[in-house]
């Protein structure tokens, strides 16, 4: 079946870079992707990366695709405390039929 | 453009009490969702339409019903509150069903006693 799963917690110091990491299981999925989710807030799209690509740079935020291993990554660079938020990978699941799998996310504590 | 709005933003039910979500989006999307939010649960989908006049089971729909009003509008409905959808309900909406990015509300808080 279709499960993404990362783990919960991450704290950094601020300046620190943050890898925030992920599994999924459908070799299927053409899309996949890293929601923010600010407290009191809905989630808000990061970035995405097409299952094609290994890597994708944006800003502070580099991506990471290990299609063998099924493991995507996040990783901020310099981090900030405006970065703490809960980070959600999800990935696009068999037959592109638009159900998104999310994954627990992860609560990243950017200590000053 | 407001994007995706929701209301109302939090609601207390009693259980067996009914009530109706609201979703409207303003994007001129075609597909829209329902999900719910739970403690290290993650995103669960509910339902979701394609586009107006459809619509679809996703993960979890026991205990809901969902209305495609019109292109902008999609309503999730809980006809006899339990407290196990006390949650955080979101609403989302893409460009099309396939390869296309969700944009997403933020959010009804729903506690149900």
């Known amino acids: 079946g279709e499960d993404v799963e990362q783990s919960l917690f991450l704290s950094v110091r601020e300046g620190d870079s943050s890898v925030i990491n992920c599994t999924y299981t459908?070799?299927?999925?053409?899309?996949l992707y890293w929601y923010k989710q600010e407290p009191g807030a809905g989630l808000q799209l990061l970035t995405y990366i097409f299952s094609n690509m290994d890597m994708k740079q944006d800003q502070r935020l580099t991506v990471l695709l290990n299609k063998k291993d099924k493991h995507l990554s996040l990783r901020i660079a310099d981090t900030q405390t405006g970065d703490s938020a809960i980070y959600f990978c999800a990935e696009n699941g068999a037959g592109n039929t638009g159900k998104l799998i999310f994954g627990q996310g992860t609560t990243l504590q950017v200590k000053p | 453009n407001a994007g995706v709005t929701q209301t109302p933003k939090f609601q207390v039910l009693k259980t067996g009490q009914s009530m109706t979500l609201q979703c409207a989006q303003d994007?001129?999307?075609?597909?829209m969702y329902w999900y719910r939010q739970d403690p290290g649960m993650g995103l669960r989908l509910i339902y979701y339409?394609?586009?107006?006049?459809?619509?679809d089971k996703g993960e979890v729909p026991n205990g809901y019903n969902v209305s495609r009003l019109n292109k902008r509008e999609f309503s999730l409905r809980l006809e006899s509150a339990a407290p196990s959808q006390t949650s955080v309900y979101f609403c989302a909406s893409s460009l099309g069903l396939v390869l296309e990015t969700q944009y997403f509300g933020p959010g009804t808080r729903l506690l149900v006693l």
């Open positions: 459908d070799s299927s999925s053409t899309y």
């Open positions: 994007m001129n999307h075609n597909s």
């Open positions: 339409s394609a586009s107006e006049g459809t619509t």
